[in-house]
């Protein structure tokens, strides 16, 4: 059963990436803007090879820390299109579904599931923790902002 859930969750992960690589290739078409090639690039290591390094348990670490670095940094650059252009809080919240998803499948497979480890102190923050993704999400997001105020 613990196999079926896991490529239930693949799948889900699969067709969320591959509706927004859809969704973000007809509003960034590559080929009308040099600045497409980034999301156009991201969708295609989410669809993949996201959902195909989680099938094994050998590069389960590689697609988990792949699937969250993409999601981050789509968080940042759509909330500064959310701020600079119009609100897109919607898709947002899909790429926080697919984060979600990718931990589901990496608890799922790397973790014991009747343990319930509860880390403290700097361990809160260490890879594979969530404390690790929220200060990626603080920290890149910084560094989004510095570079966009002083490189104008």
Do not use: Q
């Amino acid at each position: 059963m613990k196999n079926r859930i896991t490529n239930y969750l693949i799948g889900a992960l699969f067709l969320i990436s591959l509706g927004g690589f859809g969704l973000h290739f007809a509003i960034h078409n590559p080929g009308k803007d040099l600045f497409g090639y980034v999301p156009f690039i991201a969708g295609l290591i989410s669809v993949i090879a996201v959902p195909l390094l989680f099938k094994f348990k050998k590069t389960i670490h590689l697609a988990y820390i792949l699937n969250g670095f993409i999601v981050i940094i789509g968080i940042i650059t759509m909330v500064n299109f959310s701020i600079s252009e119009k609100p897109i809080i919607p898709d947002i919240m899909i790429l926080l579904g697919k984060f979600y998803l990718g931990r589901a499948i990496f608890c799922l497979e790397v973790f014991n599931l009747e343990s319930d480890p509860h880390p403290a102190g700097w361990n809160l923050i260490k890879y594979p923790n969530m404390g690790f993704w929220y200060v990626h999400l603080v920290l890149l997001s910084a560094v989004y902002f510095l570079g966009h105020y002083f490189w104008r």
